[in-house]
């Protein structure tokens, strides 16, 4: 596992290892002696630190002085695209993200790129970018400076969004990238806040997005905000402050509630160290792992090419549905051994991927109120789909 541990999008990483972690400890349990594939389940968890750079350093050292068939991460997509073109598609090598939501992957998928070694268990920006332009419109943000992180996702998801709230009669007065890590951002705050703008759609994460956020009410900027899916964070709002966040709005990738949703939702928080269910990536981490474990009882053997082509066989629809839990694990795990169909529903809801390794979903809309995020309504593929076709090509 790669994934930041550490830097702007390390409390994302954090939250997922303990999600994996809670994934393999019960699979483990629902095979008792005989084990996956005749083995326990273990990760080596690595801290990616939010650079790509150190991102493909650990993956190498997990595919070459390892052996390791498979890596889940990372969970940015400025660490996840290095990762994938440099170690995994090379060398033959399983990734799944959790959290990589640039459209920049589906492309490489689509080129031959990832080779099919790539799968994510979270929408493309490509759909979010639309479904936050419309909630966006629907909350009577109409008029927006732009602040955006200056990397692969920051660039996709403005563009994606931009091409949706434009053409639906939305303006944005002013755009300003930013670089992670910085000690200060009021030279970028200030600029945003030229010709002064009603409201503010900030794309990063919550290490650097709490500091814009903070200097940004502190230059006298208008406390109504637009935030991207992995800003809904208790540290977020503990930071900035919740007396400020009250006309805070959002999107993220939805789930539809499933046996495995309850499950998690009802054990997660006691083994995490702090985290609850709701964090950013948790629930996707998880379904990634279990979908990983699945797949490796599936092909019978710790060998990347037998794992990947399983990763589609425990998901398709057509098998017995089985959920999350040692008792759903189980279920899958005996049919596996009995050589009948099984198809896993996760905490995200069933997981179908494309040839590309994409899924499709709905996306939550929610809102902070109070210093609490609360979901608002969703908005479903075929929704998002329906506002793209009323789109000029």
Request: net charge positive; hydrophobic share 40%; proline share 5%.
């Amino acid at each position: 596992m790669v994934v930041s541990l550490t830097g702007p999008a390390g409390r994302f990483g954090q939250a997922a290892s303990k999600s994996v972690e809670m994934a393999f400890r019960d699979l483990n349990a629902a095979a008792g002696a005989a084990g996956i594939a005749g083995c326990q389940l273990a990760v080596d968890l690595r801290d990616a630190q939010s650079q790509g750079t150190v991102a493909v350093d650990q993956a190498r050292q997990l595919v070459d002085l390892r052996k390791t068939p498979a890596i889940i991460g990372g969970i940015i997509s400025s660490v996840s695209i290095p990762m994938v073109t440099s170690v995994t598609a090379p060398a033959g090598v399983l990734q799944i993200s959790p959290a990589s939501s640039s459209p920049t992957l589906t492309r490489m998928a689509a080129e031959g790129q990832t080779k099919g070694w790539f799968f994510r268990t979270i929408t493309s920006d490509a759909l979010q970018g639309t479904a936050a332009a419309k909630y966006a419109l629907d909350q009577g943000l109409r008029n927006l400076s732009v602040i955006h992180v200056n990397n692969d996702f920051g660039v996709n998801m403005l563009a994606e969004f931009r091409r949706t709230y434009e053409a639906l009669g939305g303006k944005i007065s002013s755009v300003t990238p930013y670089n992670q890590s910085q000690a200060s951002y009021a030279p970028e705050v200030t600029r945003a806040l030229q010709g002064d703008p009603p409201a503010l759609y900030l794309i990063g994460y919550p290490g650097d997005g709490t500091t814009i956020l903070r200097t940004w009410i502190q230059q006298g900027g208008p406390q109504r905000f637009l935030l991207n899916d992995g800003m809904n964070s208790a540290d977020l709002i503990k930071g900035v402050g919740p007396q400020f966040l009250n006309n805070a709005f959002g999107t993220s990738s939805g789930t539809t509630r499933t046996p495995s949703t309850e499950y998690f939702a009802s054990n997660y928080a006691a083994m995490s160290g702090g985290f609850d269910a709701n964090a950013p990536a948790a629930d996707r981490a998880f379904d990634a792992a279990a979908i990983l474990g699945l797949a490796i009882a599936k092909a019978g053997r710790f060998e990347a090419a037998a794992i990947r082509d399983a990763v589609r066989d425990v998901t398709k629809p057509g098998g017995e549905v089985v959920h999350a839990g040692p008792q759903g694990f189980a279920r899958a795990l005996q049919l596996i051994r009995e050589r009948k169909p099984v198809r896993y529903v996760g905490v995200i809801g069933a997981v179908d991927f494309d040839r590309n390794g994409d899924i499709v979903g709905p996306f939550r809309l929610w809102r902070i109120q109070n210093g609490e995020v609360t979901t608002t309504g969703q908005m479903t593929a075929e929704d998002v789909q329906a506002v793209q076709a009323r789109l000029p090509r």
